[in-house]
């Protein structure tokens, strides 16, 4: 896993097929830094498997130009541009009569890498994505449909490839093990850092997978190119707009995690502590029941206002400290969990169990810029209006 990830630009790239009285993909122009996952997202027609192709050349650019590490990718000879590009293919696309291990050797063989060689590549990438050398002498027939799909990026990742062009490689899969499968690959891009082109017309995978996203219409014209966050809070026309949905505010909130929030500031206490201090915290605080924590400052509960009464803190909880929130937690997973106690805030902990603020249906409104009412309902969340 030693090639450097190479960068990719799209310069002004054009494409007419034969015949047609309208570009397939229209003055095209981007750019992709190195190690990052661009995603090309639009609707059925739109240019998307055109734009990737003509990058391996698969397809010929009319005109403009496409950059791979500055250099144009029509000075190379095909084959040589293509043992360098992974490729994952809208439909898989295994050798229906090759083992799984004959398959993801493909590209290695090609280039002439001796068996051993290839032989410790295969074990190395089933480990990578999660297969057992068991299935190694397996034919795709033999496998799921999730498993064949991570033999189609193995086989892709082989001579690890600088590049990755992966044309809705989830779009065949059931959504439980889609998301599975989406959550491994990032899991596996955050060692690999490869530079992706992944394309998909599923904006809510796009939001996910994406560093960046271009969101093509049809024609193959760019509509916006930017961060996910960036499209879901500046949508750049009505196009975009209606395409990354009127529920973007819930979609932000899978974007963030309880550590990028401002989180208020709660009144601490502990058992036998003098409680005229706890109260001058408590005039500081954004709450009005102070949270008694143990010797390790972990939350047991809000104390009640008899717990207060005496000149020491005493054990008597108003209520428990529930649900307690990570600092790791994605936002909307937090807010659902608020949601679903029923309860307007709860303590954030780190990974130690250390309380270190407290996270509010108010704090997430002010997070996103919307009125508190504005902040969906349980219903909203359960519907799957966020659902990955
Ligand atoms: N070989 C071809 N010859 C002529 N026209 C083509 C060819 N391939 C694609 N097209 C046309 O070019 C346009 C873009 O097609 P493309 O396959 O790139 O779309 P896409 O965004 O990948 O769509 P989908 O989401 O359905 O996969 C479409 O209008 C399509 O009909
Ligand atoms: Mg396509």
């Given at each position: 896993?030693?090639?450097?990830?190479?960068s990719l630009?799209?310069r002004?790239?054009v494409?007419?097929?034969?015949?047609?009285?309208?570009?397939?993909v229209?003055e095209?122009?981007?750019e992709?830094?190195?190690?990052e996952?661009?995603?090309l997202?639009?609707?059925?027609?739109?240019?998307?498997?055109?734009?990737?192709?003509m990058?391996?050349?698969?397809?010929?650019?009319?005109?403009?130009?496409?950059?791979?590490?500055?250099?144009?990718?029509?000075?190379?000879?095909?084959a040589?541009?293509?043992?360098?590009?992974?490729?994952?293919?809208?439909?898989?696309?295994?050798f229906?009569?090759?083992?799984?291990?004959?398959?993801?050797?493909?590209?290695?063989?090609?280039?002439?890498?001796?068996k051993?060689?290839v032989?410790?590549?295969?074990?190395?990438l089933?480990?990578?994505i999660?297969?057992?050398s068991?299935?190694?002498?397996?034919?795709?027939?033999?496998l799921?449909?999730?498993?064949?799909?991570?033999?189609?990026?193995a086989?892709?990742?082989?001579?690890?490839?600088?590049?990755?062009l992966m044309d809705?490689?989830f779009?065949?899969?059931?959504?439980?093990n889609?998301?599975?499968l989406q959550?491994e690959f990032?899991r596996?891009?955050?060692?690999?850092?490869?530079t992706?082109?992944?394309?998909?017309h599923?904006?809510?995978?796009a939001i996910?997978m994406?560093?960046r996203i271009?969101?093509l219409?049809?024609?193959?014209r760019?509509a916006?190119?930017?961060?996910?966050a960036?499209l879901?809070?500046?949508?750049?026309?009505?196009?975009?707009?209606?395409f990354?949905g009127?529920?973007?505010?819930?979609?932000?909130?899978?974007?963030?995690?309880?550590r990028?929030?401002e989180?208020?500031?709660?009144?601490?206490c502990?058992?036998?502590e003098?409680?005229s201090?706890?109260?001058?915290?408590?005039?500081?605080?954004?709450?009005e029941?102070?949270?008694?924590?143990d010797?390790?400052?972990?939350?047991k509960?809000w104390?009640?206002?008899r717990g207060?009464s005496?000149?020491?803190v005493?054990?008597d909880?108003?209520s428990?400290?529930e649900?307690?929130?990570?600092?790791?937690d994605?936002?909307?997973?937090?807010?659902s969990d608020?949601l679903?106690?029923e309860t307007?805030?709860?303590p954030?902990?780190d990974?130690?169990?250390?309380?270190?603020?407290?996270l509010?249906?108010?704090?997430?409104?002010?997070?996103?810029n919307i009125?508190p009412e504005?902040?969906?309902?349980s219903?909203?969340l359960?519907s799957g209006?966020l659902?990955?």
């Amino acid at each position: 896993m030693s090639t450097d990830a190479a960068s990719l630009e799209f310069r002004d790239v054009v494409k007419r097929y034969p015949g047609a009285d309208e570009n397939a993909v229209d003055e095209l122009s981007l750019e992709l830094p190195a190690g990052e996952i661009c995603v090309l997202v639009g609707p059925s027609g739109c240019g998307k498997t055109t734009a990737m192709r003509m990058v391996n050349r698969m397809i010929d650019i009319t005109t403009g130009d496409i950059l791979l590490d500055g250099r144009s990718v029509t000075e190379r000879k095909a084959a040589d541009l293509r043992r360098d590009i992974g490729y994952v293919i809208q439909q898989i696309g295994l050798f229906p009569h090759r083992t799984i291990a004959d398959n993801i050797a493909t590209v290695p063989r090609l280039l002439g890498w001796d068996k051993q060689r290839v032989s410790e590549r295969i074990d190395e990438l089933l480990d990578l994505i999660g297969l057992g050398s068991e299935m190694r002498d397996r034919y795709p027939a033999q496998l799921s449909g999730g498993q064949r799909q991570r033999v189609g990026v193995a086989r892709a990742l082989a001579a690890d490839p600088p590049l990755m062009l992966m044309d809705e490689p989830f779009g065949a899969i059931d959504p439980i093990n889609r998301e599975r499968l989406q959550n491994e690959f990032l899991r596996l891009q955050a060692e690999l850092r490869k530079t992706i082109v992944f394309v998909t017309h599923d904006i809510d995978e796009a939001i996910k997978m994406g560093d960046r996203i271009a969101v093509l219409r049809k024609g193959g014209r760019l509509a916006q190119y930017a961060s996910p966050a960036e499209l879901l809070m500046f949508p750049a026309d009505p196009f975009v707009e209606d395409f990354v949905g009127a529920d973007r505010a819930l979609k932000r909130l899978a974007l963030q995690r309880v550590r990028d929030i401002e989180l208020w500031n709660g009144a601490l206490c502990r058992v036998g502590e003098e409680t005229s201090a706890v109260r001058a915290r408590l005039a500081e605080a954004d709450l009005e029941f102070p949270l008694l924590v143990d010797g390790q400052g972990r939350p047991k509960g809000w104390l009640s206002e008899r717990g207060l009464s005496g000149e020491r803190v005493r054990e008597d909880i108003r209520s428990r400290a529930e649900p307690v929130l990570d600092l790791d937690d994605i936002l909307r997973d937090a807010l659902s969990d608020l949601l679903s106690t029923e309860t307007m805030y709860g303590p954030v902990v780190d990974a130690e169990g250390t309380v270190r603020g407290v996270l509010s249906l108010r704090a997430i409104a002010n997070a996103l810029n919307i009125a508190p009412e504005e902040v969906p309902s349980s219903a909203e969340l359960a519907s799957g209006a966020l659902t990955q």
